[in-house]
Each structure stands twice: as structure tokens, then as C-alpha cells.
């Protein structure tokens, strides 16, 4: 099949050499606007071919089209991309803010275009274990939810510009993991953030955003998730969950490359070397979410996370922005009554 790939960024140009492994997709047509990354990208891909603009891209006769651009044109793009009637993939979070969100919501619920959103620790083995384990019921009733994203560095300033915070931008992948794991909802959030003190001046404040921050969730059967993240976790990259039950508990990302220090004496677990970026600790996860995209494409699987389903993880990272500003607890009727949804 012929793929689109809109934005060859970080996350874009990792993708373009996933996707070009897959055994069925023949032909990659990307498009970026800092020629320099559509240079590289097609310099390695043979299979690959750039146009000018996503216009141009949604003409090319796509069977698909996977959206690595910026959050803030993450609407416009699925919008166009479900005119052209192209099935899409567009990486989280659905858009830049709420109020878009809810048009992006309006506009797929509307059309029978599949719009997967990219959440890929639904695809992670050791997720997809936790998951089946508790809806397996073997951790008896679940009491507590632990969910970690801790980023080495901090990405550039142009990114953070339009990320939409960190509650937007990098909680959403815990928040989705939380409620994709326990099948429950959040109801109530209370969040807090920090800033780094020896961040270059503006870096985060110009924008009201926080580099560590974290977040207690009250799920509707009365489960407790905490969620930790931070831009500046310089032993490596961090992604875990446990989960806690009356009669077992379990955790994923605890693997050799865990980026932690014991001090038990004489312990030599994790033996390292510790998980660089996502590159490295989700590239299983990433593949199989492409793969599945391409099933999905081809009709041969249901949406394993559609706009509707990621709408309950842009609702907690709405309530968790506002609980951080504001401190104090939010609950999701709240937000969503703001919204008027």
C-alpha cells in the first residue's frame, strides 16, 4: 500500500523508517517543510518520495496517512485528511486544545473515515500484559495505578512553543495507559508542576509550562492513579507502570535497561545500559502500532483507539492543566462543562 507521512521531526522521521520496513507498505510519500529532514529521510528510503505540502500528499492516491506534524495543526490535518477520505493515524494528542478536540470529535463521528490516534503503549508487550492480567481479574480489586514518563532532556524550545504543556504533551501517555489498563475513567484530578530552576529563562514559563509535574487521578470505581513525568531525568529515559491489587500486583518497564540505581548492597539488577530516548525503549511498541494501522487500513482490524476512546485522556489533560494553575482538584464534569460537551 502507498502511506503518507505528514512532519519528519523527531517522532516523523522515526516513524518513516518503521513504516518502511513493513512488508506492506510499498511506497512512502512524505512531506516536511525544512527540506533538510525530507533530504534525509529520502536520501535513505528508496521507497520513499516527497511532494511540497500535505495538500499535495492527500492527492497522491493514499491508501493512508500517518500525521507526525506539530499539536497545533493536528485538526486542520485530520480534518482534510477525512475530506479526502483517507484513513489517518495522527499522533497524540488529538489537537492543541480542547475546543478543537471536540470539532475533530464532530468531524470523524460524522464520517466513516477510521481516525486511530497514537498511543503507543497500547501496543507495548509488557502494557498489553498488565492490561490482560487485570481484566483477567488476577490482581483481584486494583486499589492503585503508578504511571512514569521521564524524559532525559527536555525538547527543543520550538517544539515546546506549540506542545500545548506538558499535561498535553507528555501526561497524556500516562493518563492513556491508566485508563486503557484499568478499563476505568477519571473522574477527579489534582495536579502540580514545577520548573526547573537552571532551565534557560522563558523556556517554560513563557508558555505557563511546567518541566516535572505530577498528577493524583480518582478513577469511577474508586482506583488511585499517580502519574510522574519530567523533562529532566538524566540517567536515561523512564517509562513503567505497576499495578496494585488486594491479591497480586504486577509492574511493566522493568526490563535491563530500567534507568535506575539500585543501592541494595550487592544488587547488580538493572545491568543497563540504561534506554536512551523512545527510540529505543518503545521501538516494539511503535512497529506494532504501525503494523496494526496498516490492518486497519486494509479492513482487517477494529480501531484500537479512536478519537472518541482518546477523548477520556484529553479530558484529564484538560483538568489536569486547569488543577495546576489553579491548585486545586478538578473533576472532569468540570472541564467538560466548561466546554460545553
Known amino acids: ?173 500516562d493518563f492513556d495507559a491508566v485508563r486503557w489498563v484499568t478499563g476505568q475513567e477519571v473522574v477527579e484530578v489534582y495536579a502540580l508542576g514545577a520548573v526547573d530552576p537552571d532551565a534557560p529563562a522563558g523556556l517554560y514559563a513563557d508558555h505557563g509550562d511546567h518541566s516535572t509535574a505530577s498528577a493524583l487521578l480518582t478513577l469511577d470505581d474508586g482506583t488511585i492513579g499517580v502519574v510522574s513525568n519530567t523533562r529532566t531525568n538524566g540517567r536515561g529515559y523512564d517509562v513503567r507502570l505497576e499495578v496494585h491489587g488486594v491479591t497480586d500486583a504486577l509492574a511493566a518497564g522493568l526490563d535491563e535497561g530500567l534507568p535506575l540505581r539500585s543501592t541494595h548492597p550487592g544488587a547488580t539488577w538493572p545491568s543497563g545500559p540504561a534506554h536512551g530516548f523512545f527510540m529505543d525503549r518503545l521501538a516494539e511498541a511503535f512497529r506494532l502500532e504501525l503494523a496494526t494501522f496498516t490492518r486497519l487500513v486494509a479492513g482487517e482490524v477494529d480501531n484500537p483507539c479512536t478519537v472518541e476512546d482518546a477523548m477520556g485522556t484529553a479530558w484529564t489533560a484538560e483538568a489536569a492543566s486547569l488543577s495546576a494553575r489553579e491548585h486545586r482538584p478538578v473533576t472532569i464534569a468540570e472541564v467538560r462543562e466548561a466546554a460545553g460537551a
Request: glycine share 10%; aromatic share 4%; charged share 20%.
Open 1 to 173: 500500500m502507498r502511506i503518507g507521512l505528514i512532519g519528519l521531526g523527531r517522532i516523523g522521521a522515526f516513524h518513516a523508517d518503521t513504516l518502511a520496513a513493513l512488508d506492506s507498505v510499498e511506497e512512502l510519500v512524505v512531506t516536511d517543510p525544512v527540506t533538510a529532514a525530507v533530504d534525509a529521510v529520502t536520501g535513505r528510503i528508496p521507497r520513499a518520495r516527497a511532494v511540497a505540502d500535505p495538500a499535495a500528499l492527500l492527492d497522491a492516491g493514499l491508501d493512508g496517512v500517518v500525521i507526525a506534524a506539530a499539536t497545533h495543526v493536528h485538526a486542520d490535518l485530520i480534518g482534510a485528511a477525512v475530506a479526502k477520505g483517507v484513513p489517518t493515524l495522527c499522533e497524540k494528542p488529538i489537537a492543541g486544545t480542547i475546543a478543537e478536540s471536540l470539532a475533530v470529535q464532530a468531524t470523524v463521528g460524522g464520517s466513516d473515515v477510521p481516525v486511530q490516534i497514537g498511543y503507543p503503549r497500547r501496543f507495548d508487550p509488557a502494557f498489553v500484559a498488565a492490561r490482560d492480567a487485570v481484566r483477567a481479574g488476577e490482581l483481584g480489586r486494583v486499589t492503585t495505578v503508578r504511571s512514569t514518563t521521564l524524559d532525559p532532556a527536555p525538547p527543543p524550545a520550538t517544539y515546546l512553543a506549540v506542545s500545548g504543556g506538558i499535561f498535553r504533551d507528555c501526561s497524556v501517555h
